[in-house]
């Protein structure tokens, strides 16, 4: 034990000495926004597990969803018209982190309510991955790996820490271990504001752009498509997966060992990702994700075996998929549109995400749950054949 504590230990010390003192503020700041993210992740599914049945964990998921597709596009218009990511990323983090207060005591109409509202303010958070891409345009993602990384040990060891802090059987309006795990996760909110409002960002000079934005929008159509596709796909498991997870591993607790195992892969393979987006063609991350998501639907479908399951969850996903997007739009779109067009493609990623949600919630009324998974698999490989076409050509 005292080997495994040294070895992550001498992983994270060799992390921040290799890390660029410009982002290392922005980091601490990141990794407190995802331990918030992770663990309200675990906490808020399961809670609306307790409060409804099927159709309500879809709506509680769902339903926000669209609230930050509405946040990530209006938030990334007023980043690009304050010539500002880090003021939209701190106002953001401020009201998103309170608005996690009043969510023990709600029940489910009310906590949809909220967290619409809160998931408004969540999708300016987009803007910290826009301060990532154009701190070095030679290296973004280089620079975008090291985001990735603190992001996935972030969300790990929140939603470990919530299969933890609230047992599966403790969960209920105005009990105790949720009433402290919600308030431990505003004040972990509270302080990754006081990373971000450190941190340094990079500004230019505002230079009037003769293209309208519609221009890169069709430019990228294609890839918000896939986004939409994939991610809608691929939520028919991540709605549930909380539930599911600590349905076949008989606990909460395991629940919450498999998402940590997930956060520090995504954490250890972030930055040599990164690496490679910058060495091969972008789209090459976009490929591989669909596949990993095809992967891991189709073994969803037909097994129930832990340890598959275990091995296909932990596959970093999120962090492949977009390492490589986020990219493409950096390389794509000048700095004069680049916040709104990274909102969008996050817009896109949530949109999908919150019609998978909700579709997911109506279709395990009727059919089981490797049905629902399968035609999930079904909707990553049309994301995939999309992606065959190369982006190369967008790169100025």
């Keep these: 034990?005292?080997?495994?504590?040294?070895?992550?230990?001498?992983?994270?010390?060799?992390?921040?000495?290799?890390?660029?003192?410009?982002?290392?503020?922005?980091?601490?700041?990141?990794?407190?926004?995802?331990?918030?993210?992770?663990?309200?992740?675990?906490?808020?599914?399961?809670?609306?597990?307790?409060?409804?049945?099927?159709?309500?964990?879809?709506?509680?998921?769902?339903?926000?969803?669209?609230?930050?597709?509405?946040?990530?596009?209006?938030?990334?218009?007023?980043?690009?018209?304050?010539?500002?990511?880090?003021?939209?990323?701190?106002?953001?983090?401020?009201?998103?982190?309170?608005?996690?207060?009043?969510?023990?005591?709600?029940?489910?109409?009310?906590?949809?309510?909220?967290?619409?509202?809160?998931?408004?303010?969540?999708?300016?958070?987009?803007?910290?991955?826009?301060?990532?891409?154009?701190?070095?345009?030679?290296?973004?993602?280089?620079?975008?790996?090291?985001?990735?990384?603190?992001?996935?040990?972030?969300?790990?060891?929140?939603?470990?820490?919530?299969?933890?802090?609230?047992?599966?059987?403790?969960?209920?309006?105005?009990?105790?271990?949720?009433?402290?795990?919600?308030?431990?996760?505003?004040?972990?909110?509270?302080?990754?504001?006081?990373?971000?409002?450190?941190?340094?960002?990079?500004?230019?000079?505002?230079?009037?752009?003769?293209?309208?934005?519609t221009v890169y929008f069709r430019r990228l159509y294609r890839l918000f498509m896939i986004t939409f596709i994939l991610f809608m796909g691929y939520m028919f498991f991540l709605t549930i997966s909380p539930v599911y997870l600590t349905e076949v591993t008989g606990s909460s607790s395991s629940m919450g060992l498999i998402m940590l195992g997930s956060g520090i892969i995504h954490a250890v393979t972030a930055p040599s990702a990164g690496k490679l987006v910058d060495k091969y063609p972008r789209e090459m991350a976009i490929r591989l994700s669909s596949i990993f998501v095809i992967i891991s639907m189709l073994t969803y479908s037909f097994t129930e075996n832990v340890i598959l399951i275990v091995i296909v969850f932990t596959i970093p996903i999120y962090m492949t998929f977009f390492i490589g997007a986020r990219a493409i739009v950096a390389d794509t779109v000048p700095y004069e549109l680049r916040a709104r067009t990274m909102g969008l493609l996050s817009s896109f990623s949530l949109l999908g995400g919150g019609v998978g949600s909700i579709s997911v919630g109506e279709i395990l009324l009727h059919y089981n749950e490797q049905e629902a998974f399968l035609l999930g698999a079904f909707l990553a490989f049309i994301a995939f054949l999309l992606s065959l076409k190369d982006f190369s050509h967008l790169r100025n």
Aim: include cysteine; proline fraction near 2%; charged fraction near 15%.
């Design 1 to 213: 034990m005292a080997t495994q504590k040294g070895t992550v230990r001498n992983y994270i010390g060799n992390f921040l000495a290799y890390v660029d003192n410009r982002i290392k503020l922005a980091l601490l700041g990141a990794f407190c926004y995802n331990l918030t993210q992770g663990l309200s992740f675990t906490l808020i599914r399961l809670q609306a597990s307790f409060l409804g049945d099927s159709r309500t964990l879809g709506l509680v998921v769902g339903l926000p969803s669209f609230a930050l597709v509405a946040g990530s596009a209006f938030w990334g218009y007023i980043a690009d018209r304050w010539r500002s990511r880090k003021n939209v990323v701190v106002l953001c983090s401020i009201f998103s982190a309170v608005l996690y207060v009043p969510l023990p005591w709600l029940g489910p109409f009310e906590l949809v309510i909220v967290r619409t509202v809160q998931s408004f303010f969540l999708g300016g958070m987009i803007q910290i991955a826009t301060m990532f891409s154009e701190l070095d345009s030679s290296a973004r993602g280089t620079f975008m790996g090291h985001l990735e990384a603190v992001l996935g040990l972030g969300w790990g060891i929140g939603a470990f820490s919530g299969g933890f802090l609230v047992n599966s059987d403790e969960y209920g309006l105005g009990e105790g271990p949720v009433i402290f795990s919600f308030m431990l996760t505003a004040f972990l909110g509270l302080v990754a504001v006081i990373g971000y409002m450190s941190s340094t960002e990079k500004k230019r000079e505002f230079v009037a752009d003769n293209e309208n934005f």
